[in-house]
């Protein structure tokens, strides 16, 4: 999916100024994270393997669940919102 | 950091129409992962914990390691680029 930038702000939208067809324009990533332990200069998890309860345990890698380091599948409304491919990282007992 | 939205696009930045003074301004994110195996629809990895080689392992959560899905330290200049606040996911063996 080509990348450009525009803004859609009130119904704004650069891209009715070009020739081209009018598309849903992605606009590049600039903070992935927008609500997580903002007050943290830098999030980091620990998982200490040993003491997992569950023989897979899905972890967070779109900064949108609720249950944050844990995935709770917000990555797919986020997904379908914006086009992405984001998905967890499962850590399996064996 | 409030954020509102505007585009940086050859030096024209919207924010000078307005009265405010001139500031870095964060685009809400809308995509978060740009180049990672685009072509799956849904990114998840898998980790038997039981395979780990190393006492500490860390996992990518920014979407801008070399290493994907393991880290390789690009949060630390996404973050300086973004003033975002991501971090990786740490396995430890105990």
């Given at each position: 999916m080509a990348s450009t930038t525009s803004i859609i702000q009130?119904?704004?939208?650069?891209?009715?100024?070009?020739?081209?067809?009018?598309r849903m324009v992605v606009v590049r990533?600039?903070?992935?994270?927008?609500?997580?332990?903002?007050?943290?200069p830098k999030v980091v998890d620990s998982v200490?393997?040993?003491?997992?309860?569950?023989?897979l345990t899905a972890y967070c890698r779109?900064?949108?669940?609720?249950?944050f380091p844990l995935c709770d599948g917000s990555h797919v409304k986020h997904n379908k919102a914006t086009g992405d491919n984001v998905g967890p990282l499962l850590l399996k007992k064996q």
């Open positions: 009130g119904g704004f939208a650069l891209s009715s100024f070009t020739a081209r067809p009018r990533a600039e903070a992935i994270n927008p609500d997580i332990k903002k007050d943290e200490v393997v040993t003491e997992l309860s569950k023989p779109c900064w949108r669940s609720g249950t």
